[in-house]
């Protein structure tokens, strides 16, 4: 499995920022997140931070940090590759006398 690479490093988001002319605590404050929150996205997964910095310069958080974001795969199952399993019951059992 080869490991995507980021779009852009941390120095290029943050100066993309401002270069704009918002800095992290400035957009943190605008969107009523905790003052810190968007400056901890580099080292700490803050969801709602990162999609927030992510939307204002112009990139998907996927592609800002592709670490966070694992591709997903498909969770429907192959029933040619794995057929149905028959059932472990037996049809004969020990309690299958009829009840009286």
């Not at 918002?22 to 605008?30: I, N, P, V, Y």
Request: hydrophobic fraction near 30%; charge should be positive; charged fraction near 30%.
């Amino acid at each position: 499995m080869t490991k995507r690479k980021p779009v852009m490093d941390w120095p290029a988001v943050v100066a993309e920022m401002h270069r704009r002319g918002m800095t992290m605590t400035e957009l943190a404050k605008r969107n009523d997140l905790p003052v810190g929150s968007c400056r901890r996205v580099k080292g700490q997964t803050h969801y709602k931070a990162q999609q927030l910095i992510a939307d204002f310069i112009g990139q998907k958080p996927e592609d800002l940090w592709p670490d966070r974001y694992p591709q997903k795969k498909s969770r429907i199952l192959d029933t040619v590759k794995y057929p149905p399993v028959s059932s472990q019951k037996s049809d004969e059992g020990t309690d299958s006398r009829k009840v009286a």
